[in-house]
């Protein structure tokens, strides 16, 4: 047969017989399994149920664990032979030493994954390259009952043989297959291609038998067309060992503990085999895991960090959600992921490893830039529905200009088999090859780790400078960004978030864990913020002093932090995950609400005034930069209004004459179909919509005529926790049905119950006017029970604006109401925080909520996704009970000049109060004071005081501020601390420029949302 005839499917089969030659099975192991259904550590590894093992044989369910035990004799068969081990239990499995230390991975041959990349199972165990025959084979190893997506393989071993490694067949089949494959990547009609195919094809033909000299001579015959370099590259590929793992997603996060330890070990054993050989991998909290449970394995990592094979990657604390966390959780994720690596290592991180993550924050160039961080590697916006991203290295500006050069693997995954077609499509693929002479490839099995196996490396090390491809360098990632940077200033810009034009229903999904992240990210800033100043004696008075509680916030911020882990808070993983944070998350919450409450009493305690006769007294506390003029409802259910001082307090006397006189309010004017305050009019239609609502103040009506207001429908959703249909409207959506409405006056409160009914759920929904207040508050209890629908609420409003304002971290993003392109049809699901504004110039209305992220805007309408049911991965998501509130908010002039960043942060942020004890005199030294002068006060009403904290290195408080509007802005930061110094720092807390302090306070200037972090020294 002429050669021009053969068809690379001819060479492919070839290729896959040779394969089923190079091990060679000599003898069989016994093996002994001792399963239980959670880890058990090493010590106790005969606890479990003893089972002895055949292949075929099986020993557990999804989830089970087991300790194995392999044991046999090399045969006399292999004497002076390669020998290794072939093991396959149909899960994870980690082998490990004498002392329980992991040694090396193993991963099921059949486990879920991209087979175009490779196949992703590890099976193979080194024992001797010059075996005497006579070897003892003694093994124990930790097994988890499920594959590498958390899938359930049978449950069953399917082999543990001593085999021989035919070394010379396996060197043969790479040389083979890396050829093999250059050649069917290049063009047709090239001498390269026609050369390589002649030669496979004779190598085929010399192959009857893989005898020893029938494979030493194809050896040379290919070895000559591997000897065969390129020329000057144009483009080189840096390329790094990668394991991708989820902290959780298709499993516990107690598996991900063992998968790290799989993972790693593999890498190390990998290492030891491949000199040149480098790996990376990121999320300090991984490495925090290894360091507590497995601290040998942990130090030998630090070995390799050492010598410069290992690399740290990424500056998070975990390669966190970028949509739903606050912005000052960004900030910690930086800051603890950062200090790790420095403190265990001492590392630099200088670039954010984000390969996963379901869209990018516009705030993140700004908090990258100001934490030393000046690159940005990520690929998931190939993931993109109906737009291509036009770059994948260019230049990311944020809202306040900073900027970041970031990559994309040109070949689109951090799974790349590292093989010829991998080479080819990324140079092909590149859209910035016209500039740039650098492109990163990571290789490796991910997402639920493993890592590279020796398919990659034996690839690699064939294809350094291989005629054909362009060169490849195993390189750390660092060396790779300081090369690329070289031409900075030739990439093009991308300015605005990096919008993923899909998981738009990871916005929504698993709301509980959405609402208890919200309170935890509020009661954090509380608890800081109040513990600074309960650690702060008063003038002249340092009784009642608390210690800042530094490591139990630092405990609880990295617990929070784990749980923004990109698919765990955006709701995508399975439903033991959600079991298990949820209940972490309550505990959480309880002890912080502990703390915060203990340093409020501290602080009441400040203020004991003498007995008198003037009734019960409470101390309301308010952490927000500015005045409150609020009513507020005490324990016993009076309504007193309250005046409290921007960051301070204020000292209510609770008598007769100071609680709201509920005679004096005029019910009569308002019904079940009829509600009104002082500013307000709320009309209602008879399924609980709302016809109308009319600003008495500015005679404006605010609803669009022929239409309704807070319109909750209910959608078919059959998508998954990811992804819900884009045309979901276009089905209409079903109403709940109103089987009540009861009319209530609760002091300055009127409002409306409305009880719904829809299938199995039921929602109950207040709504209330305040008094004085321009808020309409929707609180909702929702007894959620349905499957596969999705619960969404919209107010059509008569206002005609082409841009919504929606609130992100540290400042707010405009994104398009109309449709006019495929870029603004991709983006219908728009993430917003606190609030999202449709604004004329002299007019406009806020959406505000305390605990939701998907919003719409388009035309006049605002809407906002309430509540998901998808079947997977979790088979009961947010069947559930929830509370989450939401409100309309109608203002004079547009959302800068409304201040409705205030409104958003009063929702979210309630005062709080104390009773103050009454229960004994002031003693005569001591001056009796009604209240404690602000710490901390502003004199602009566009800057907001994101956090005040203690130092993470000493006892100087760190105060973050930023600018709210997109404006310039100059302002004063009063302090009455006795403070000895004033530096500004970066969000590392590292000192910067010294600031001078004239006459208790500082000045400051801001750029459009600029964030700025003070560092005040405090006199000893």
Same mark, same amino acid.
């Not at 959780?248 to 790290?260: F, S, V, Y």
């Not at 200088?350 to 869209?359: A, C, H, I």
């Not at 992804?723 to 409160?749: C, I, N, S």
């Not at 983006?827 to 604004?839: G, P, R």
């Given at each position: 047969? $002429?050669?021009?005839?053969? /068809?690379?499917?001819?060479?492919? %089969?070839?290729?896959?017989?040779?394969?089923?030659?190079?091990?060679?099975? #000599?003898?069989?192991?016994? @093996?002994? %399994? &001792? @399963?239980?259904?959670?880890? @058990? %550590?090493?010590?106790?590894?005969?606890?479990?149920?003893?089972?002895?093992? /055949?292949?075929?044989?099986? +020993?557990?369910?999804? +989830?089970?664990? %087991? &300790?194995?035990?392999?044991?046999?004799?090399? $045969?006399?068969?292999?004497?002076?032979?390669?020998? =290794?081990?072939? #093991?396959?239990?149909?899960?994870?499995?980690?082998? =490990?030493?004498?002392?329980?230390? $992991? @040694?090396?991975?193993?991963?099921?041959?059949?486990?879920?994954? *991209?087979?175009?990349?490779?196949?992703?199972?590890?099976? =193979?165990?080194?024992?001797? *390259?010059?075996?005497?025959?006579?070897?003892? #084979?003694?093994? &124990?190893? *930790?097994?988890?009952?499920? *594959?590498?997506f958390g899938r359930y393989r049978s449950g069953t071993l399917k082999e543990a043989v001593i085999a021989i490694c035919r070394e010379e067949v396996r060197q043969l089949y790479y040389d083979f297959e890396v050829l093999l494959e250059t050649a069917e990547k290049l063009p047709d009609g090239s001498a390269r291609k026609s050369r390589i195919f002649k030669t496979l094809y004779d190598v085929t033909l010399s192959l009857h038998e893989l005898g020893a000299q029938s494979v030493a001579e194809a050896r040379q015959t290919l070895g000559k067309q591997l000897a065969m370099k390129g020329g000057d590259p144009v483009l080189t590929v840096s390329a790094i060992g990668h394991a991708h793992i989820d902290l959780a997603w298709l499993w516990p996060i107690r598996e991900t503990i063992r998968k790290g330890a799989r993972t790693f070990s593999t890498a190390l054993r990998m290492m030891e085999r491949y000199p040149d050989y480098i790996f990376g991998a990121s999320q300090p909290q991984l490495y925090d895991w290894m360091k507590q449970h497995y601290p040998k394995l942990y130090d030998r990592v630090k070995e390799r960090i050492r010598e410069g094979r290992w690399e740290p990657q990424g500056a998070m604390w975990v390669e966190s959600d970028t949509n739903v966390p606050g912005g000052e959780a960004l900030v910690r994720q930086v800051l603890y992921g950062k200090r790790f690596f420095q403190q265990e290592f001492g590392m630099e991180m200088k670039s954010l490893w984000m390969p996963d993550v379901f869209g990018y924050s516009a705030s993140l160039p700004q908090i990258l830039k100001l934490s030393g961080v000046d690159y940005m590697m990520t690929q998931k916006l190939s993931w993109s529905m109906y737009n291509k991203h036009p770059h994948h290295t260019f230049m990311w500006e944020g809202i306040d200009g900073s900027r970041v050069l970031t990559h994309m693997p040109p070949e689109d995954t951090y799974n790349s088999p590292a093989a010829p077609r991998s080479i080819i499509k990324l140079e092909t693929d590149y859209l910035d090859k016209n500039i740039s002479e650098h492109a990163l490839m990571l290789f490796g099995i991910g997402d639920g780790g493993g890592g590279p196996g020796e398919e990659h490396l034996e690839r690699l090390s064939r294809e350094k400078n291989l005629l054909g491809l362009s060169p490849v360098v195993q390189e750390p990632s660092h060396v790779f960004f300081e090369k690329l940077s070289e031409d900075a200033d030739r990439y093009p810009s991308w300015r605005g978030e990096l919008y993923l034009e899909k998981h738009q229903g990871t916005l929504t999904s698993q709301a509980r864990s959405k609402r208890y992240n919200r309170k935890l990210e509020k009661a954090l800033r509380e608890l800081e913020y109040a513990a600074v100043l309960a650690a702060t004696p008063a003038a002249g008075d340092d009784r009642f002093v608390l210690p800042y509680p530094t490591e139990d916030l630092e405990e609880i911020w990295k617990e929070v932090l784990l749980y923004q882990f990109h698919d765990i808070l955006p709701g995508s993983s399975i439903k033991r995950v959600y079991d298990e944070s949820l209940e972490r998350y309550e505990i959480l919450l309880n002890r912080v609400e502990q703390l915060i409450a203990q340093r409020y009493d501290a602080l009441a305690s400040r203020m004991t005034v003498k007995k008198d006769d003037s009734g019960n007294q409470i101390a309301v506390f308010n952490s927000l930069p500015w005045e409150r003029n609020e009513w507020h409802r005490t324990e016993e259910g009076q309504w007193l209004h309250v005046r409290v001082p921007a960051m301070g307090n204020s000292v209510i006397s609770v008598l007769p004459s100071s609680v709201y006189d509920s005679s004096a309010a005029s019910p009569e004017s308002s019904s079940v179909r009829h509600l009104d305050n002082d500013l307000l009019t709320v009309a209602f239609a008879e399924d609980g919509t709302i016809r109308s609502i009319y600003d008495k103040e500015l005679r404006r009506e605010i609803v669009a005529k022929g239409e309704f207001a807070n319109d909750l429908r209910i959608y078919n959703d059959q998508g998954d926790a990811w992804d819900f249909r884009h045309d979901y409207r276009q089905m209409t959506g079903a109403k709940p049905g109103l089987v009540e409405a009861t009319f209530f006056q609760d002091g300055p409160q009127t409002g409306v119950v409305h009880v719904y009914r829809y299938g199995q759920s039921t929602l109950v929904q207040k709504v209330v006017l305040t008094q004085g207040s321009r808020r309409i508050d929707f609180v909702t209890k929702a007894d959620w029970r349905e499957s596969e629908k999705m619960l969404r609420t919209s107010f059509p409003v008569d206002i005609r604006t082409d841009a919504a304002a929606c609130e992100i971290q540290f400042g707010y993003l405009k994104r398009p109401t109309h449709r006019n392109t495929m870029w603004d049809y991709a983006k219908d699901e728009i993430c917003a925080h606190h609030w999202i504004d449709l604004s004329e110039p002299d007019y406009g209305v806020a959406l505000l909520n305390d605990c939701k992220y998907g919003h719409r805007a388009e035309g006049h309408v605002l809407d906002l996704n309430l509540l998901r049911s998808p079947n997977y991965p979790d088979p009961e998501a947010d069947r559930a009970e929830h509370e989450f509130t939401y409100s309309l908010y109608p203002h004079a002039g547009d959302h800068v000049q409304a201040e409705v960043y205030k409104r958003g942060y009063e929702l979210n942020v309630p005062l709080r109060t104390v009773d103050i004890r009454r229960d004994a005199e002031v003693p005569a030294e001591v001056s009796a004071q009604e209240s404690v002068p602000p710490a901390f006060s502003l004199d602009h009403p566009h800057i907001m005081i994101e956090a005040i904290k203690k130092a993470e290195d000493n006892g100087d408080i760190i105060v973050r501020l930023y600018e709210t509007a997109g404006a310039k802005a100059s302002a004063a930061v009063h302090t009455s601390l006795p403070v000895s110094e004033v530096w500004l720092t970066d969000l590392m807390e590292n000192k910067r420029d010294r600031i001078d302090k004239l006459d208790g306070k500082v000045q400051l200037g801001f750029k459009p949302f600029e964030i700025r972090t003070l560092r005040f020294s405090l006199k000893k």
């Amino acid at each position: 047969m $002429p050669y021009e005839t053969v /068809k690379p499917e001819m060479l492919r %089969a070839f290729l896959k017989n040779m394969e089923q030659h190079v091990y060679q099975p #000599i003898d069989e192991m016994k @093996v002994t %399994a &001792w @399963v239980t259904s959670e880890p @058990v %550590a090493y010590a106790g590894r005969e606890s479990g149920i003893r089972l002895e093992l /055949k292949p075929g044989d099986r +020993w557990g369910d999804l +989830w089970d664990c %087991a &300790w194995f035990h392999f044991s046999g004799k090399v $045969p006399a068969a292999g004497s002076g032979e390669k020998v =290794v081990l072939l #093991i396959d239990v149909n899960g994870e499995l980690c082998l =490990v030493d004498e002392e329980g230390s $992991p @040694v090396q991975g193993l991963t099921n041959i059949n486990s879920e994954f *991209d087979y175009s990349l490779g196949l992703p199972g590890k099976r =193979v165990v080194h024992i001797s *390259d010059c075996s005497n025959g006579e070897e003892t #084979i003694d093994l &124990w190893g *930790d097994a988890g009952c499920n *594959d590498l997506f958390g899938r359930y393989r049978s449950g069953t071993l399917k082999e543990a043989v001593i085999a021989i490694c035919r070394e010379e067949v396996r060197q043969l089949y790479y040389d083979f297959e890396v050829l093999l494959e250059t050649a069917e990547k290049l063009p047709d009609g090239s001498a390269r291609k026609s050369r390589i195919f002649k030669t496979l094809y004779d190598v085929t033909l010399s192959l009857h038998e893989l005898g020893a000299q029938s494979v030493a001579e194809a050896r040379q015959t290919l070895g000559k067309q591997l000897a065969m370099k390129g020329g000057d590259p144009v483009l080189t590929v840096s390329a790094i060992g990668h394991a991708h793992i989820d902290l959780a997603w298709l499993w516990p996060i107690r598996e991900t503990i063992r998968k790290g330890a799989r993972t790693f070990s593999t890498a190390l054993r990998m290492m030891e085999r491949y000199p040149d050989y480098i790996f990376g991998a990121s999320q300090p909290q991984l490495y925090d895991w290894m360091k507590q449970h497995y601290p040998k394995l942990y130090d030998r990592v630090k070995e390799r960090i050492r010598e410069g094979r290992w690399e740290p990657q990424g500056a998070m604390w975990v390669e966190s959600d970028t949509n739903v966390p606050g912005g000052e959780a960004l900030v910690r994720q930086v800051l603890y992921g950062k200090r790790f690596f420095q403190q265990e290592f001492g590392m630099e991180m200088k670039s954010l490893w984000m390969p996963d993550v379901f869209g990018y924050s516009a705030s993140l160039p700004q908090i990258l830039k100001l934490s030393g961080v000046d690159y940005m590697m990520t690929q998931k916006l190939s993931w993109s529905m109906y737009n291509k991203h036009p770059h994948h290295t260019f230049m990311w500006e944020g809202i306040d200009g900073s900027r970041v050069l970031t990559h994309m693997p040109p070949e689109d995954t951090y799974n790349s088999p590292a093989a010829p077609r991998s080479i080819i499509k990324l140079e092909t693929d590149y859209l910035d090859k016209n500039i740039s002479e650098h492109a990163l490839m990571l290789f490796g099995i991910g997402d639920g780790g493993g890592g590279p196996g020796e398919e990659h490396l034996e690839r690699l090390s064939r294809e350094k400078n291989l005629l054909g491809l362009s060169p490849v360098v195993q390189e750390p990632s660092h060396v790779f960004f300081e090369k690329l940077s070289e031409d900075a200033d030739r990439y093009p810009s991308w300015r605005g978030e990096l919008y993923l034009e899909k998981h738009q229903g990871t916005l929504t999904s698993q709301a509980r864990s959405k609402r208890y992240n919200r309170k935890l990210e509020k009661a954090l800033r509380e608890l800081e913020y109040a513990a600074v100043l309960a650690a702060t004696p008063a003038a002249g008075d340092d009784r009642f002093v608390l210690p800042y509680p530094t490591e139990d916030l630092e405990e609880i911020w990295k617990e929070v932090l784990l749980y923004q882990f990109h698919d765990i808070l955006p709701g995508s993983s399975i439903k033991r995950v959600y079991d298990e944070s949820l209940e972490r998350y309550e505990i959480l919450l309880n002890r912080v609400e502990q703390l915060i409450a203990q340093r409020y009493d501290a602080l009441a305690s400040r203020m004991t005034v003498k007995k008198d006769d003037s009734g019960n007294q409470i101390a309301v506390f308010n952490s927000l930069p500015w005045e409150r003029n609020e009513w507020h409802r005490t324990e016993e259910g009076q309504w007193l209004h309250v005046r409290v001082p921007a960051m301070g307090n204020s000292v209510i006397s609770v008598l007769p004459s100071s609680v709201y006189d509920s005679s004096a309010a005029s019910p009569e004017s308002s019904s079940v179909r009829h509600l009104d305050n002082d500013l307000l009019t709320v009309a209602f239609a008879e399924d609980g919509t709302i016809r109308s609502i009319y600003d008495k103040e500015l005679r404006r009506e605010i609803v669009a005529k022929g239409e309704f207001a807070n319109d909750l429908r209910i959608y078919n959703d059959q998508g998954d926790a990811w992804d819900f249909r884009h045309d979901y409207r276009q089905m209409t959506g079903a109403k709940p049905g109103l089987v009540e409405a009861t009319f209530f006056q609760d002091g300055p409160q009127t409002g409306v119950v409305h009880v719904y009914r829809y299938g199995q759920s039921t929602l109950v929904q207040k709504v209330v006017l305040t008094q004085g207040s321009r808020r309409i508050d929707f609180v909702t209890k929702a007894d959620w029970r349905e499957s596969e629908k999705m619960l969404r609420t919209s107010f059509p409003v008569d206002i005609r604006t082409d841009a919504a304002a929606c609130e992100i971290q540290f400042g707010y993003l405009k994104r398009p109401t109309h449709r006019n392109t495929m870029w603004d049809y991709a983006k219908d699901e728009i993430c917003a925080h606190h609030w999202i504004d449709l604004s004329e110039p002299d007019y406009g209305v806020a959406l505000l909520n305390d605990c939701k992220y998907g919003h719409r805007a388009e035309g006049h309408v605002l809407d906002l996704n309430l509540l998901r049911s998808p079947n997977y991965p979790d088979p009961e998501a947010d069947r559930a009970e929830h509370e989450f509130t939401y409100s309309l908010y109608p203002h004079a002039g547009d959302h800068v000049q409304a201040e409705v960043y205030k409104r958003g942060y009063e929702l979210n942020v309630p005062l709080r109060t104390v009773d103050i004890r009454r229960d004994a005199e002031v003693p005569a030294e001591v001056s009796a004071q009604e209240s404690v002068p602000p710490a901390f006060s502003l004199d602009h009403p566009h800057i907001m005081i994101e956090a005040i904290k203690k130092a993470e290195d000493n006892g100087d408080i760190i105060v973050r501020l930023y600018e709210t509007a997109g404006a310039k802005a100059s302002a004063a930061v009063h302090t009455s601390l006795p403070v000895s110094e004033v530096w500004l720092t970066d969000l590392m807390e590292n000192k910067r420029d010294r600031i001078d302090k004239l006459d208790g306070k500082v000045q400051l200037g801001f750029k459009p949302f600029e964030i700025r972090t003070l560092r005040f020294s405090l006199k000893k």
